[in-house]
């Protein structure tokens, strides 16, 4: 049979995940970690399908549109929070963003 | 090698290469862009994986809806070069090895084959995906009408909610 391995899902969904936790570390831009947590939330989706694939349960897909559902509702607030900084602090560099710093 | 593994490295490549587009590009826009490519070839792994109904909603709701909305603030504050400051030398001495750490544990645990995941490569690749688009909204309308109807909620709190927070006060 020629039907790809779930583990190879899985590990595209662990480099996917990683690549997007080294994102939100080390990018600088506020709309960019947003970005990156994005990317993060869409590994999860894709180990989530390929687990619903693996058990041939369908729960995994509802819990996959659960997350989207989330996800839109997290980037619709995000973003409002992106712009009160921007209008309060005049820069989307979170390094300018350090009123609660030691 | 057959098609599905073509098709499936094809799609992994072109993920890969987004995200580390992503991570390398100093344009937020092009940040953006790329990640919208990653968002369609998962997509298309959807496909691959029987899962019509969310390769659908993840074009429509991420590539589509969420992604528009993060090149429209883009846009709107008129976002340009990144600036890079000097990373600290914990970020650089011990950032970059854990979390590539991190990334090559998960890695080997996804691939070593769990009790679960052996039987179910054998076992699984008879679903009748014709039909799972039906039996999903079968579940998410019976077994999981509670959350659906709680997600409703969430996403008026949220359009609320941006709504508050993006307002200028006078």
Known sequence: MSVVPISYYLVLSAVLFGMGAVAVVFKRNIITIFMAIELMLNAVNLAFVAFARAWNQLDGLVFVFFVIVVAAAEAAVGLAIVITIVQNRQTLNVERVNLLKL | ?170
Do not use: C
């Open chain 2, 1 to 170: 090698m057959s098609l599905p593994f073509i098709l499936f490295f094809a799609f992994a490549v072109i993920a890969v290469a987004g995200a580390l587009l992503l991570i390398l590009a100093r344009e937020p826009i092009h940040s953006a862009l790329s990640l919208v490519l990653v968002m369609i070839s998962l997509a298309a792994l959807y496909l691959l994986l029987g899962a019509e109904f969310i390769a659908a909603v993840q074009i429509i709701v991420y590539a589509g809806a969420v992604m528009v909305l993060f090149v429209f603030v883009i846009m709107l504050l008129n976002a340009g070069m990144e600036e890079r400051t000097n990373w600290s030398s914990i970020a650089k001495y011990a950032g970059v090895p854990l979390g590539v750490f991190l990334l090559l544990e998960l890695a080997h645990w996804m691939a070593r084959a769990g009790p679960g995941v052996g039987i179910a490569n054998g076992a699984a690749r008879a679903a009748n995906t014709a039909v799972s688009t039906r039996a999903l909204s079968a579940l998410l309308f019976q077994k999981y009408l509670f959350p659906f109807e709680a997600t409703s909620i969430l996403i008026l709190i949220a359009v609320l909610g941006a709504l508050v927070l993006a307002k200028r006060d006078e």
